[in-house]
């Protein structure tokens, strides 16, 4: 089993920065890939970014250029860099990792954009 919680989320003004974190405990030796993916009000959740256990990386065209995923697999964390936020990516982000067959979820953290 991998537990996941994520940390970092909050209220910015549009053009602004934040800096989402999730920690990985448990089974984390057996985490393929994480990802962070994101659900507003009366929307499904949708994949923001991933990242590979090689280090290979995935964005949704509406972040690319402004999110950045990175992992650091000795802290047993990964974490998503939010630049010139927009009030579109108000949501709740969610942590996700893969590992063997399984998948495990973060409590999710709100991130909320004002115009």
């Known amino acids: 089993q991998v537990q996941l919680v994520e940390s970092g989320g909050g209220l910015v003004q549009a053009g602004g920065s934040l800096s989402l974190s999730c920690a990985a405990s448990?089974?984390?030796?057996?985490?393929?890939?994480m990802g962070w993916y994101r659900q507003a009000p009366g929307k499904q959740r949708d994949l923001v970014a991933s990242?590979?256990?090689?280090?290979?990386?995935n964005y949704a065209d509406s972040v690319k250029g402004r999110f950045t995923i990175s992992r650091d697999t000795s802290k047993n964390r990964m974490y998503l860099q939010m630049n010139n936020l927009k009030p579109e990516d108000t949501a709740v982000y969610y942590c996700?990792?893969?590992?063997?067959?399984?998948?495990?979820w973060g409590q999710g953290t709100q991130v909320t954009v004002s115009s």
């Open positions: 990242i590979t256990s090689g280090g290979t990386t």
């Open positions: 448990g089974s984390t030796s057996n985490i393929n890939a």
């Open positions: 996700k990792a893969w590992y063997w067959l399984n998948v495990s």
